[in-house]
């Protein structure tokens, strides 16, 4: 694939480790890579002073996806059906700002998408949908322990509780957008 046809799409989800997991089974995806974005502290953050709430950042993934196998709007609808946006600054167990659902937008364009795929979501919940939507600020990648999680450690607890579920649900939902057959 040609790296210049690429698309990039920053999302957080809760755990970095769930939403990146979720986008590598999914066809068109080139690379998910792990980090942070949103917050307001000096300097290069580490995931110690993420956890701590008080950089402001997001735990994200920064999604390269080529547009031809899989459009923008498509990756919004699996990002919102794999994780809870009803819940303020919470994903299950992981609570604080650092794992609040977000979408950071790259362009005009993905604005205007996500404002669309928001406004249409909202009749499948039951529960207000509490998405921020942010013009992406400064990224930067994980630690690289965080990077792969999922495919190095799907043994570990938190693999087992937490991210399976997301990925059965994405299998279930979303089967015809899976890179391969994961059911």
Not at 8 to 25: H, I, K, N, R, S
Not at 141 to 150: G, R, V
Not at 178 to 183: H, I, N, V
Request: with cysteine.
């Amino acid at each position: 694939m040609d790296n210049s046809k690429l698309e990039v799409a920053t999302l957080g989800g809760g755990c970095f480790w769930c939403t990146e997991a979720v986008f590598q089974e999914v066809k068109g995806i080139e690379k998910v890579v792990s980090g942070y974005t949103g917050g307001n502290a000096p300097g290069r953050p580490t995931y110690r002073e993420i956890c701590s709430g008080l950089t402001g950042h997001a735990e994200v993934v920064q999604i390269s996806f080529n547009p031809d196998l899989i459009s923008y709007k498509d990756i919004l609808v699996i990002f919102m059906t794999t994780h809870d946006p009803t819940t303020l600054n919470r994903q299950g167990a992981d609570r604080g700002t650092q794992y609040r659902s977000v979408i950071y937008y790259h362009t005009e364009y993905q604005k205007k998408t996500a404002r669309q795929v928001l406004d249409q979501m909202a009749s499948v919940f039951d529960n207000p949908i509490v998405t921020e939507l942010s013009p992406l600020g400064v990224f930067y990648n994980a630690e690289d322990y965080h990077q792969d999680y999922y495919r190095n450690n799907s043994e570990q607890g938190y693999c087992q509780m937490v991210i399976n579920p997301k990925l059965a649900k994405l299998r279930k939902l979303h089967s015809d957008k899976l890179a391969t057959s994961s059911t």
